[in-house]
């Protein structure tokens, strides 16, 4: 059973509007989460993360939510531009005691952003 | 600084084949990890290796083997690839093993097992 679930597996916005790209997890040991961006033939880049001890968290058009009683989280891009039409990875950790958070990524939803 | 590579880029095997694919970075990092991509499911992680020498099971381990005898490479291997095996890869490294530690990843490889 999935932990991290984007229910979306496409999503496509016109240029300039909002995108909003959700992840939901159902481990409520889940403390740290992250967003990861990939194009295509490339590996995945980090984009933004936030603790639950937010819940909100910006860094320029890109902000990340994170409403944990509902156990969601999400990504809003504004505006929206063509380069950032990619493949958009959640993903979840814990942190722990032991020397290694294991990070649990979501299926990935592609975003495609339309001139 | 060429970050995080993978050798191949492309593989087609034959059930039953072995391959061994690997990973190299050049930032120092001490922890490394394999992981595969397959559709709908993300990225499941397969083993890593918190330093140099050391390696540790992760989600799907079964089937794969891995080696760090050298704190910049990590390697992953198949000893009898089954066409379950078909994916992609990714490396990735980080400087250490803590969620706020950023992974870098690889540009992935694609194996096709018949």
């Known amino acids: 059973d999935q932990q991290v679930k984007q229910n979306s597996p496409s999503l496509s916005v016109q240029e300039g509007r909002i995108s909003i790209l959700n992840c939901d997890y159902t481990?409520?040991?889940?403390?740290?989460f992250l967003w990861y961006k990939k194009y295509p033939a490339e590996g995945p880049t980090f984009l933004i993360s936030?603790?639950?001890?937010?819940d909100k968290n910006e860094d320029g058009r890109f902000t990340v939510f994170l409403n944990k009683s509902a156990k969601h989280l999400s990504l809003h891009i504004v505006p929206s531009q063509p380069g950032d039409s990619a493949v958009y990875f959640c993903?979840?950790?814990?942190?722990?005691?032991?020397?290694?958070?294991?990070?649990?990524f979501g299926p990935g939803t592609s975003l495609s952003v339309i001139p | 600084n060429a970050g995080v590579t993978q050798t191949p880029k492309f593989r087609v095997l034959k059930t039953g084949q072995s391959m061994t694919l690997l990973c190299a970075q050049d930032?120092?990092?001490?922890?490394m990890y394999w992981y595969r991509q397959d559709p709908g499911m993300g990225l499941r992680l397969i083993h890593y290796?918190?330093?140099?020498?050391?390696?540790a099971k992760g989600e799907v381990p079964d089937g794969y083997n891995v080696s760090r005898l050298k704190k910049q490479n990590f390697l992953l291997g198949l000893e009898s690839a089954a066409p379950s095996q078909t994916s992609v890869y990714f490396c990735?490294?980080?400087?250490?093993?803590?969620?706020?530690?950023?992974?870098?990843f690889g540009p992935g490889t694609r194996l096709t097992v018949l």
């Open positions: 290796s918190v330093g140099e020498g050391t390696t």
């Open positions: 481990n409520s040991m889940f403390d740290y």
């Open positions: 990735a490294s980080s400087r250490a093993g803590g969620s706020y530690n950023e992974q870098f």
């Open positions: 993903a979840a950790s814990a942190l722990g005691k032991t020397s290694y958070d294991k990070v649990i």
């Open positions: 936030i603790s639950s001890i937010k």
């Open positions: 930032m120092n990092h001490e922890y």
